[in-house]
T-cell receptor, first 112, second 117 residues
C-alpha cells in the first residue's frame, strides 16, 4: 500500500530535549516536505526536499533541521525544542510531475 | 510574496444546502498551481483537486465543483447538496512550479464547514 508513515504519532517532551520525528514514504517520490499545523494558521511549510541531499527552507524553518540521506526518508529534527514548537506536524511526499501531495497521518508534539 | 486567503473561518449549513468556500490568492509567478484539501475530524489530509494557472476551465466532480478565475485571483469550491460527511476543514493551497526548482506550498488558514442533519 502506497503510504507516508510518521513516527511517533504522539510525543510529549520537555524544553531542550532533542527529538527526531521520522518520515518515510514507499512510493519512490522525489519531493518530500514537512509542515506544521496550528489553529487559525493552516499548514505552514517548514522544510522541503527536491531529492536526496537537496533541501530548502520553507516559511518557518527556525528551530528545525532536516536531512535527506535516502530517497524514502526525511526526518525532522528539533535540536532544542521549545513550547512554541507544540503543534501538529505533517510530512508529505510527491512524485515528479505528480498531481497531489501524499500526507502522513500527523505527529502531535507537545513541548512542556 | 505568495499568499492564500480563506476569509471564511467557519460555515454552518443544513444538509442538502449548497455551500461555497472562497479562496483568494496572491502570487507574482506566471506559472503556479492551486489545490484544495479536505481534513475530516479524523485529522488526515485528503487531496481534492489541483488546477494549474494555464487552465481556467471549471471542474465538476460529483457534488464538488471548482471555479477558477485568474482575473480575480480566486479558486472557489462549491459543494452541492451538502451532506453531514462533508463536515471538515477545507484548505486551499498555492504552489510554485511543480517540476522545476521548488516545491514551496502556501496553505490558507482553512475553512471549517459544519453540515447539520
Amino acid at each position: 500500500e502506497a503510504q507516508v508513515t510518521q513516527n511517533p504519532r504522539y510525543l510529549i517532551t520537555v524544553t531542550g530535549k532533542k527529538l527526531t520525528v521520522t518520515c518515510s514514504q514507499n512510493m519512490n517520490h522525489e519531493y518530500m516536505s514537512w509542515y506544521r499545523q496550528d489553529p487559525g494558521l493552516g499548514l505552514r511549510q517548514i522544510y522541503y526536499s527536491m531529492n536526496v541531499e537537496v533541501t530548502d527552507k520553507g516559511d518557518v524553518p527556525e528551530g528545525y533541521k532536516v536531512s535527506r540521506k535516502e530517497k524514502r526518508n526525511f526526518p525532522l529534527i528539533l535540536e532544542s525544542p521549545s513550547p512554541n514548537q507544540t503543534s501538529l506536524y505533517f510530512c508529505a511526499s510527491r512524485g515528479r510531475g505528480g498531481n497531489e501531495q501524499f500526507f502522513g497521518p500527523g505527529t502531535r508534539l507537545t513541548v512542556l | 510574496a505568495q499568499k492564500v486567503t480563506q476569509a471564511q473561518t467557519e460555515i454552518s449549513v443544513v444538509e442538502k444546502e449548497d455551500v461555497t468556500l472562497d479562496c483568494v490568492y496572491e502570487t507574482r509567478d506566471t506559472t503556479y498551481y492551486l489545490f484544495w484539501y479536505k481534513q475530516p475530524p479524523s485529522g488526515e489530509l485528503v487531496f481534492l483537486i489541483r488546477r494549474n494557472s494555464f487552465d481556467e476551465q471549471n471542474e465538476i466532480s460529483g457534488r464538488y465543483s471548482w471555479n477558477f478565475q485568474k482575473s480575480t485571483s480566486s479558486f472557489n469550491f462549491t459543494i452541492t447538496a451538502s451532506q453531514v460527511v462533508d463536515s471538515a476543514v477545507y484548505f486551499c493551497a498555492l504552489s510554485d512550479t511543480l517540476n522545476t526548482g521548488g516545491f514551496k506550498t502556501i496553505f490558507g488558514a482553512g475553512t471549517r464547514l459544519f453540515v447539520k442533519a
